[in-house]
């Protein structure tokens, strides 16, 4: 005889046993022999080993089927337990190209080239930029990429954050504490977050610090360890400050940063800490850089056309005199 203890992680065990235990009953006549007790967020499994090792393997199934999909039902748990191993629901559930399984079975992947380039870049080094126009995806697939990694326990907290500059507009005195003012320049790592996670989980992250989102200037003095740390919009932080955001990396972290150096929305004569960046990294061994272009855009059909005319007409990507012509990125950087 053996033992087994099944911690439940990421779902509500509410959720999982159903209503007056009816799911976990349902799964317990799959497996007679073995006795299975559970209590709150941990299982107890007693029996054969080898009976065990099967029970943990489908019940990890169900449990994330619930994680990716928020419900379950007898015909899945059904499926799950009498179904072969590379049945259609596992291979739904355990499909290598899915990031992440967001709400109302939303499964976020790397739809374009260079967004495959970003996933294998970010699995094999520690820090990569992805750099290219509006619509690539570029902070989508960054935060999809740190969601899979807290959800696999490869980091501990996502830092998400962007310097908060704003678009070309003088907005004036906001209302409101810290948080009110700040808020409006987070929202797209907000948007991206609720496409990725159930509204409780992310309250719940956002609440304990699993999840922060903050604005660059609040990353001075600290030291990131077990983080997966992503920098949005580095076009508009200068030059002190990217650095600075760089050299906040500490152990087992990860680092992205995204930018679209055809929109930079610093002051006249300030120029751009991306486009520094761009030309002193590009040489370091252990740095990617992604450039996407317009084959990448994954919004409205129009968004194409609207950054081939504007490249059409400038002929360089830039928006601002002070700031240089994008430099030459070395031989190793891929580009589709």
Do not use: C, W
Request: glycine share 6%.
């Amino acid at each position: 005889m053996s033992e087994q203890i099944i911690q439940i992680e990421n779902v509500n065990p509410i959720d999982l046993y159903g209503p007056s235990d009816i799911h976990l009953d349902y799964i317990k006549s799959f497996f007679p022999k073995l006795r299975i007790i559970a209590r709150g967020d941990f299982m107890k499994v007693v029996g054969d080993p080898d009976e065990i090792d099967f029970f943990v393997t489908r019940f990890e199934l169900v449990m994330l089927h619930l994680e990716r999909f928020g419900k379950v039902t007898d015909k899945i748990i059904e499926q799950i337990m009498v179904g072969e191993p590379d049945s259609e629901v596992s291979r739904k559930l355990t499909d290598s190209d899915v990031l992440v399984h967001g709400r109302g079975g939303l499964q976020v992947k790397a739809i374009t080239s260079n967004q495959k380039l970003m996933v294998n870049a970010s699995d094999k080094n520690d820090l990569i930029f992805a750099i290219g126009p509006a619509g690539t995806g570029k902070t989508y697939t960054a935060v999809a990429l740190a969601v899979r990694a807290l959800k696999n326990r490869q980091v501990k907290r996502i830092i998400l954050t962007r310097p908060a500059v704003e678009a070309g507009e003088n907005l004036g005195f906001l209302p409101g504490d810290m948080k009110d003012k700040l808020d409006p320049y987070m929202q797209p790592l907000y948007d991206a977050l609720r496409d990725m996670l159930p509204t409780q989980k992310l309250l719940s992250y956002l609440e304990d610090g699993t999840i922060e989102v903050a604005p660059l200037a609040f990353m001075r003095g600290r030291t990131l360890d077990n983080a997966f740390a992503i920098l949005d919009e580095a076009q508009n932080a200068t030059r002190s400050q990217l650095k600075m955001f760089l050299t906040r990396m500490g152990r087992s972290a990860k680092f992205i940063v995204t930018g679209d150096i055809t929109q930079i929305d610093l002051p006249p004569r300030q120029p751009s800490g991306l486009l520094q960046a761009m030309d002193v990294l590009h040489k370091v061994d252990g740095i990617q850089f992604i450039m996407l272009n317009d084959k990448d855009v994954v919004r409205h059909k129009l968004v194409t056309e609207i950054i081939k005319a504007y490249q059409e007409k400038t002929k360089e990507p830039v928006t601002k005199e002070n700031n240089s012509p994008q430099p030459d990125i070395h031989p190793k950087t891929p580009q589709i």
